[in-house]
């Protein structure tokens, strides 16, 4: 199957401070990326939709100026966590498909803000 | 409204008992799409299956088995003769067509399978 590449895998920063995650296609052109954000012991929430070269569509409920999502070319999305805070600490994880039915996710990002 | 319901939160089991999770699922959409993801405790997601709508017929992959019924909106994953690296949390999730506006992967809110050994 697929390769999605996620990194880093995790990451502890200090609060204020921003954090970028990527999320690659390996092995194939990805024109739809979506992030997601799970808490402990909870289901995947969307986050947003990313298509490559538009902006992102969010989610109700999430500050699209605390998320910065970036899909600048079709194999790679970025997140960014600005101004994190311990609220954000959670496990981020992508997913990244080309138009067909199934999405491939990345191994997923555990942010710890301290 | 599209809603995936996981009823079992967690479930406990000894090695090699079988163990049915459930999944029910709410759309409106004619056509769509039911997938099976396994989380385990690293928390990456691997993909186990996907079923479209048309397709009512029931698979068998090794020891997992899917048992899909559209008249009672269910999609009910069986493990035959668990094992303890079976242990993970289960995600059934639903899609619908793609380019239509419900085509966001949603979630049912897992089952976390414990297996003894």
């Known amino acids: 199957g697929a390769v999605v590449s996620q990194h880093p895998s995790w990451v502890i920063c200090k609060s204020g401070t921003s954090v970028k995650i990527e999320c690659r296609s390996l092995d194939f052109q990805a024109t739809t990326m979506f992030w997601y954000r799970q808490f402990p012991k909870q289901s995947l929430m969307l986050m947003a939709t990313?298509?490559?070269?538009?902006?992102?569509?969010?989610e109700q409920g999430v500050e699209k100026d605390k998320f910065l999502i970036n899909h600048a070319s079709l194999t790679l999305s970025t997140l960014t966590v600005t101004s994190a805070h311990p609220e954000d600490s959670s496990f981020y994880i992508c997913?990244?498909?080309?138009?067909?039915?199934?999405?491939?996710f990345g191994q997923g990002t555990r942010l710890t803000v301290v | 409204a599209q809603k995936v319901t996981q009823a079992q939160t967690e479930i406990s089991v000894v090695e090699k008992e079988d163990v049915t999770l459930d999944c029910v699922y709410e759309?409106?959409?004619?056509?769509?799409?039911l997938f099976w993801y396994k989380q385990p405790p690293s928390g990456e997601l691997v993909f186990l299956i996907r079923?479209?709508?048309?397709?009512?017929q029931n698979e068998i992959s090794g020891r997992y088995s899917w048992n899909f019924q559209k008249s009672t909106s269910s999609f009910n994953f069986t493990i035959t003769a668990s094992q303890v690296v079976d242990s993970a949390v289960y995600f059934c999730a639903l899609r619908g067509f793609y380019g239509g506006a419900t085509n966001k992967l949603i979630f049912g809110t897992g089952t976390l399978l414990a297996v003894q050994p």
């Open positions: 079923r479209n709508s048309f397709d009512e």
């Open positions: 997913s990244a498909e080309t138009g067909g039915t199934e999405a491939f």
């Open positions: 990313s298509n490559e070269g538009s902006k992102a569509t969010y």
């Open positions: 759309t409106r959409d004619t056509t769509y799409y």
